[in-house]
């Protein structure tokens, strides 16, 4: 359910472990977003901005604090019902998917400088970005899906859900028509996984595709 909400100055309006019911969308004021990770510092959001999107998909507590810097009104929209929207919207699904994205780039740089620390207890975690990778792959936002798996694979190369992950990868740069990536993406999993028949089976498949219909695929 969605409803109009106002914080006074120096309210919180989450803490960071928070459970992600909902997200919030300024429509007056100034929130700060605080995230406790060395090297993060303090994000303020204006009238427009989206809040608390990657905890929304991203696993099951938020990953920052948002306090109201002035007197703010939002739109609060529960979790379900914004994922409701999402399917039925256009407009919405595209302010989304940007918005994300660009929370996702910043979580990129603040992985990186966690890395340059010489911690990689940050990037275990991988913030979500393989359970937001398959939530817009189910509703068929392939861009946003492919960035996602794609940035999940570079910050976590060892994770448990890698040799999951890549097959989707390369599943979506093939129906993109991407034939090339998802043939590369196909052949290093088949040499990475050779007791997994899949990879081998998959590229096999698209290699017998291209001989056939190369010129005109």
Do not use: W
Not at 53 to 65: E, H, K, N, V, Y
Not at 113 to 120: V, Y
Not at 132 to 144: C, L
């Amino acid at each position: 359910m969605a409803d109009e909400v106002v914080f006074k100055e120096g309210a919180v309006i989450y803490f960071e472990k928070d459970h992600p019911d909902n997200i919030y969308i300024i429509r007056q004021g100034i929130l700060e977003q605080l995230m406790e990770v060395q090297g993060a510092a303090p994000k303020q959001l204006g009238a427009g901005e989206i809040v608390g999107l990657s905890d929304l998909f991203g696993g099951q507590s938020r990953i920052s604090t948002v306090r109201a810097v002035t007197n703010v009104t939002a739109t609060r929209i529960d979790a379900d019902e914004f994922k409701g929207m999402l399917t039925n919207n256009t407009a919405v699904a595209l302010k989304v998917i940007t918005s994300l994205c660009a929370e996702l780039r910043e979580i990129d740089e603040l992985i990186v400088r966690r890395l340059r620390g010489g911690s990689a207890d940050f990037i275990g975690k991988s913030i979500g970005l393989r359970i937001i990778a398959d939530f817009f792959r189910r509703k068929g936002m392939n861009r946003a899906a492919r960035y996602a798996y794609g940035r999940y694979l570079e910050t976590d190369p060892a994770g448990e859900e890698r040799l999951e992950s890549a097959m989707h990868l390369a599943g979506l740069c093939e129906k993109d028509g991407d034939i090339e990536i998802a043939l590369q993406i196909y052949g290093g999993l088949a040499k990475e996984f050779p007791d997994d028949a899949r990879a081998l089976s998959a590229f096999n498949r698209l290699k017998g595709v291209m001989n056939v219909f190369g010129d005109k695929l």
